[in-house]
């Protein structure tokens, strides 16, 4: 099986300051890794993804880091805004078929 | 929204009722995921389908079935509620063989009263 845990449940931000997200896996196996937002009575919305091959991987005003060697992976969101206030997990996989996902962290901004 | 919908949306049933939730795409993925959202845990696989009347169980399956006759639907039925049960339901799809991204539905809200 996976664990997958997350290193806080809630995070605050002022707005305009960069926002850091940490989870953490058990399996080495696992070599595929996602981020999804999730907004309150909505489904999760896919953020970025990686994988093992890879230690870092940018999007648009977000970048994840992926540390194999203490299976743990890093979402950072540039220049936090109002929108971003929403819980964020991380998924893992290394089949495409058993998903293992976080609790989440629940971002605020505060304007 | 990656044209998936679900249906109901909410529902407050009774305890052993049988309950069946829909889960629709418009766009042919082969792969689709039944999920369970309760406070304190992630999403946790109930059951998923990798094609028409293929279907996996997921690390929560007991107490549910699921049924792929189309490429489009995929049914989540609970033979006999229980107030365990009472959740939110997210169906995905996956959105290509080695593409791992996953595309959620609105989520069903479910009571078992």
């Known amino acids: 099986g996976e664990s997958v845990g997350l290193h806080l449940p809630t995070l605050s931000v002022q707005e305009g300051d960069n926002s850091i997200i940490n989870c953490a896996y058990s399996?080495?196996?696992?070599?595929?890794f996602i981020w999804y937002k999730q907004e309150s009575g909505k489904g999760p919305q896919f953020i970025i993804d990686i994988r093992s091959n890879m230690d870092k991987r940018q999007g648009q005003r977000v970048t994840v880091l992926l540390n194999k060697t203490v299976k743990h992976l890093s979402l950072q969101i540039a220049a936090t805004q109002p929108g971003d206030s929403a819980v964020y997990f991380c998924?893992?996989?290394?089949?495409?078929?058993?998903?293992?996902f976080g609790t989440g962290t629940s971002l605020t901004v505060i304007p | 929204d990656a044209g998936i919908t679900q249906s109901p949306r909410h529902k407050v049933t009774e305890t052993g009722t049988p309950v069946t939730l829909r889960c629709h795409q418009t766009e042919n993925h082969r792969y689709m995921y039944w999920y369970r959202q309760d406070p304190g845990h992630g999403l946790r696989l109930i059951h998923y389908s990798y094609g028409v009347k293929d279907t996996d169980k997921g690390e929560v399956s007991d107490g549910y079935s699921v049924s792929r006759s189309k490429t489009e639907d995929f049914l989540l039925t609970l033979e006999s509620a229980t107030s365990s049960q009472t959740s939110v339901y997210f169906c995905a799809i996956r959105t290509g063989l080695a593409d791992y991204e996953q595309y959620f539905g609105p989520g069903t809200r479910l009571t078992v009263t």
């Open positions: 399996n080495s196996a696992s070599d595929y």
């Open positions: 998924a893992v996989t290394n089949t495409g078929n058993q998903f293992y």
